[in-house]
């Protein structure tokens, strides 16, 4: 059997993500043993548009943004999300709720009329999406274990349970419990709770889970003296796409 | 095992060297710290854990109730139970060989793990938990400071007659050494100048248990524990349970925080060349909105009411009707750490049993 042969692309974002990729380090030779990649503008100056698994980093932001997706699923056998920017749309929704004029003058000043951009959104608002793999920036663990799911041809395993079972699982003391705000409660887990462990609280940085309690975490906030408002923001600092942020 | 019989006293620098004692002959101890030792986050402190001993001054026996169980140690967060060869094809179980002695254990959390061993040990046994609860000694100890949201006083777990190794008492100068085993007999033996408890001494220890009972009676049930099965019965379509759940994040706090619940999920993990691998089990929970979800995306539990009614029903009447145990002890951990404060049962309890 030939080996997958796998592309990296980007849209809008930092490129955390494919860094998180490209620091594999002690899994990164036996990845490239069982996939053949052929096109990674980061990593790579070959490329190919013959794919079979595509990797799709960054938000959708623009016209042009579209067009490229598109091309890309059609080609694409699988296609992956990979960060928060893909899959949930990430930081840059922030824009969606300012003056896209003024945002667009603010990031590009007198070359603003040069780039055409609207709305960001995730990559699953415009093409069907395959797998999400989670997180800003994505775990590189969790990574593996969504391509060797592939691999087998199964469905990954994408946590829809909040942050807070990683805590438990941890053996973390409940942020809550310190009387300090958290986004743990209505955030997808599977990062293990890697903030709340080092000392912080959840960002929310892995999106809202399926099915999120919208209204308990409005009472929670309450309970903190955090008004709508601020827990609105809180959550559109990454999921802002989503409609619960709007 | 148990009994008057058995008394013994060890004195305070008695215990300290008793502990010490214990680790120099390399025996694995886990007992309670305070969480900011464990994590090196300022702001957990006030908080316990079970964590690796090292040391008898790192030991607090004085604590009220730790963040997770000591269930921890028997059913792991994660647990590997097996590994495989995908070529030639063959299979070889993980079995736990870790000895363990668990320092400082409630009777409440006691009374949880002989639960455990129950279901554990009923067909299909668990093997895995089974191994790891032969290899454990538990050294039980009497809580005198009660947590807030505690309520085992009105559960009957105030004291517990079995499950544990030895049973300690605080009586003030001295601690009352209850022997439940031979494994805590002769573990006694390395404690040094422990003498028989004198008829005052076992009057003294009686005294300590009631008035913790008494400080934990504070908050408790208005009714016997006992009730809870048949109070449950026909209370299914009770308005508590949409009332309650309404602010349920279903993120099964409630469940991984209790010393009974025993549900785990298993998965299987692959070498990225997919030639070998390995399954484990980790914690799962009924309160968890996929929990009951099934092939082809049925759910048994789709709404947040049933799958709140279902957990109290569970400690109440189910695994009595299955085991004849109630699995609830009342530690209080699911009502302290529910991050809307839904979770308490002697809340919901109280209320059913109002009838309003």
């Known amino acids: 059997m030939s080996k997958p042969r796998v592309a990296i692309f980007d849209f809008a974002g930092c490129e955390g993500d494919q860094l998180q990729i490209v620091n594999l380090e002690e899994v990164v030779l036996d990845v490239l043993g069982r996939v053949e990649i052929v096109t990674w503008r980061e990593a790579m100056k070959e490329q190919s548009d013959h794919y079979d698994i595509a990797l799709v980093e960054g938000s959708i932001t623009r016209k042009s943004d579209e067009e490229r997706i598109k091309a890309i699923r059609e080609k694409a056998g699988i296609l992956v999300a990979i960060g928060a920017c893909a899959t949930i749309g990430g930081i840059n929704c922030m824009k969606n709720f300012q003056d896209e004029k003024f945002v667009r003058r603010y990031v590009y000043g007198d070359k603003a009329h040069w780039y055409n951009t609207y709305a960001a959104r995730p990559v699953s608002a415009v093409v069907p999406v395959d797998a999400n793999v989670h997180g800003c920036p994505i775990n590189r663990e969790e990574f593996v274990q969504v391509l060797k799911a592939l691999l087998q041809g199964k469905k990954p395993f994408i946590p829809n349970y909040p942050v807070c079972v990683d805590c438990k699982k941890a053996g973390n003391v409940c942020v809550l419990l310190k009387g300090q705000f958290c986004m743990g409660p209505v955030t997808r887990a599977g990062c293990g709770a890697c903030c709340v462990t080092e000392g912080a609280y959840c960002w929310g940085c892995r999106g809202l889970v399926d099915d999120p309690n919208m209204d308990a975490a409005r009472e929670l906030l309450g309970r903190f003296g955090i008004s709508a408002g601020e827990a609105i923001g809180q959550i559109r600092l990454y999921d802002g796409y989503r409609e619960e942020a709007r | 095992m148990g009994g008057d019989m058995n008394l013994a006293i060890i004195e305070k620098e008695g215990l300290r060297l008793f502990v010490a004692e214990i680790l120099r002959q390399k025996n694995t101890v886990v007992g309670v710290k305070d969480q900011s030792a464990v994590s090196s986050i300022p702001g957990d402190s006030g908080f316990y854990t079970y964590a690796p001993i090292n040391s008898p001054e790192e030991l607090t026996l004085s604590f009220d109730v730790t963040l997770i169980p000591p269930k921890k140690y028997l059913l792991p967060a994660y647990e590997q139970l097996l590994t495989f060869n995908l070529s030639p094809g063959s299979i070889k179980a993980d079995v736990p060989k870790e000895e363990l002695i668990v320092f400082g254990v409630h009777p409440y959390d ?247």
């Open chain 2, 110 to 356: 006691i009374i949880a793990i002989n639960q455990m061993d129950k279901v554990f040990s009923t067909v299909p046994q668990d093997n895995h938990y089974l191994e790891r609860r032969k290899r454990t000694t538990i050294i039980g100890i009497d809580p005198v400071k009660v947590a807030p949201r505690a309520f085992w006083s009105s559960m009957g777990a105030d004291t517990v007659a079995s499950g544990f190794d030895l049973m300690l008492t605080d009586i003030g100068q001295c601690y009352v050494v209850d022997v439940g085993s031979k494994k805590g007999a002769s573990l006694l033996k390395m404690a040094p100048r422990t003498r028989e408890a004198a008829p005052a001494e076992v009057k003294e220890r009686d005294k300590v248990r009631a008035g913790a009972r008494k400080r934990c009676d504070a908050n408790r049930l208005s009714f016997s524990y006992l009730e809870l099965p048949s109070l449950l019965d026909g209370k299914e379509e009770h308005v508590i349970w949409e009332e309650k759940s309404h602010l349920c994040f279903s993120c099964g706090t409630c469940n991984l925080v209790c010393p009974t619940c025993y549900c785990f999920d298993v998965r299987d993990d692959v070498s990225i060349d997919l030639k070998k691998g390995s399954r484990y089990r980790t914690w799962d929970g009924c309160l968890l909105s996929d929990f009951a979800q099934v092939a082809g995306g049925g759910n048994f539990r789709g709404h947040r009411a049933d799958r709140y009614r279902h957990r109290f029903y569970r400690k109440g009447q189910f695994i009595y009707r299955r085991f004849g145990d109630i699995a609830c002890v009342g530690c209080g951990r699911c009502s302290a750490q529910c991050p809307s404060d839904i979770a308490d049962p002697v809340a919901v309890f109280n209320r059913l049993k109002e009838g309003i």
